[in-house]
């Protein structure tokens, strides 16, 4: 039981997080304490709206109040008690909350404003002030609601002494809610590519690599693919000496297609070929979740089986290209489009595929297959796709 409820409490910490908004429309209630030069009596009924706007660090709130005066012969030591019945106040706040990872959060406010007092009377009148304050609020699951107790002192400026006691004072207490709205556009991550080698410095395991070095996902040098081994098989393929005779007729290359039909003579025989006489062909594609390089259990099964079809059908080389969705900055998609690749390279490698085979490529954001405007299209666009290729010599002889 007790961890279904931590697991709730996190989950709800994580939505409310994830979801800031750009306002908070609230109201309050609460009572005001007038004069407190000899004690604190929280008398008067206080009813208030206010106004947030949520993307500054010190947060801008205008308050609206209303104050019903109710112990009027306090206030006003003797004078008519009908003489003042109400206060209106408003003031311009700014509201700085305490950083923290739950959903409750303390604050603190300070800020002006102007307190208009209806049928004013001699030693209590209408008068700027400042005030401040702390207080506490708990923001309620997806951010959707935010409840708030809250304690201010005011100070008047330039107030009147009647009796020897000065109208200078207030104390308020409150206890309200308010309802977010509004969403905050979140600024896309700023990335650093000191070696400029295409993978921002938080991922590069490599830095200060130089210019024009190919690397991997991780930014560090890629090795050269083996090329000249594949040209060499080729050099032997041709004398004749290690390839064996697969058919009757006539098979310069010895790959098991008839020269009347290869359209790709110089195929070295122990590549394996389609019945054209030309190295197979294959694509892998498997999709990421968002912001992620992991590699899920569905598609780890995909890669597996690619592994072995690359382990039993020799002599081609694999490319391996990343892509993303179009959210986050240039700079952040490009190497997250990198880790991916290298999360497919990685994978390949630990069920048998040699290093020497593979090579990746980011593509970030540039080349989607789907729109970026539907959540379905991003799923598509978050790829990586593999695919075979030779040395440029043996695909001239496709053609």
Request: aromatic share 8%.
């Amino acid at each position: 039981m007790k961890r279904v409820i931590v697991s709730a409490l996190l989950a709800t910490t994580l939505l409310s997080a994830a979801d800031p908004r750009a306002y908070e429309l609230g109201v309050n209630l609460g009572a005001t304490s007038i004069k407190n030069d000899g004690s604190i009596k929280l008398k008067n009924a206080t009813f208030g709206m206010d106004f947030q706007m949520n993307r500054y660090k010190i947060k801008p709130r205008f308050d609206f109040e209303y104050v019903r005066i109710t112990d009027k012969d306090r206030l006003l030591n003797g004078l008519s008690a009908e003489a003042a019945n109400s206060l209106l106040k408003s003031s311009i706040n700014g509201v700085y909350e305490l950083e923290n990872t739950t959903n409750f959060f303390p604050y603190a406010l300070a800020g002006l404003g102007y307190e208009y007092v209806t049928d004013d009377t001699k030693g209590f009148k209408s008068h700027p002030f400042m005030q401040g304050g702390i207080g506490a609020g708990y923001r309620f699951r997806n951010n959707s609601f935010v409840v708030r107790a809250e304690i201010k002192a005011l100070q008047v400026l330039g107030g009147e002494t009647i009796n020897k006691k000065s109208e200078d004072n207030e104390l308020i207490a409150t206890l309200g809610f308010a309802i977010p709205f509004g969403h905050i556009a979140q600024p896309k991550p700023v990335m650093i590519d000191s070696d400029g080698d295409g993978v921002m410095d938080q991922f590069d395991k490599c830095p200060g690599t130089p210019k024009g070095v190919r690397v991997d996902g991780a930014g560090c040098p890629l090795p050269e693919p083996k090329t000249e081994i594949i040209k060499e098989q080729i050099a032997t393929s041709l004398e004749g000496n290690e390839c064996p005779i697969k058919i009757d007729g006539p098979d310069r290359d010895r790959d098991g297609v008839e020269d009347s039909l290869d359209q790709c003579p110089n195929t070295p025989c122990d590549f394996s070929v389609d019945d054209k006489g030309c190295p197979v062909k294959a694509n892998l594609m498997i999709h990421f979740e968002t912001a992620k390089a992991n590699i899920t259990d569905y598609s780890r099964k995909l890669v597996e089986n690619f592994a072995n079809f690359l382990i039993n059908h020799k002599g081609s080389l694999v490319h391996i290209v990343g892509h993303t969705d179009w959210r986050g900055s240039d700079q952040y998609n490009m190497a997250l489009s990198k880790r991916r690749a290298k999360a497919v390279r990685d994978a390949l490698i630990e069920y048998g595929v040699s290093a020497s085979r593979l090579s990746t490529e980011g593509k970030g954001e540039s080349e989607p297959i789907a729109s970026n405007k539907t959540a379905e299209g991003m799923a598509l666009n978050r790829r990586t796709e593999v695919r075979l290729t030779y040395p440029q010599y043996i695909d001239a002889g496709e053609k």
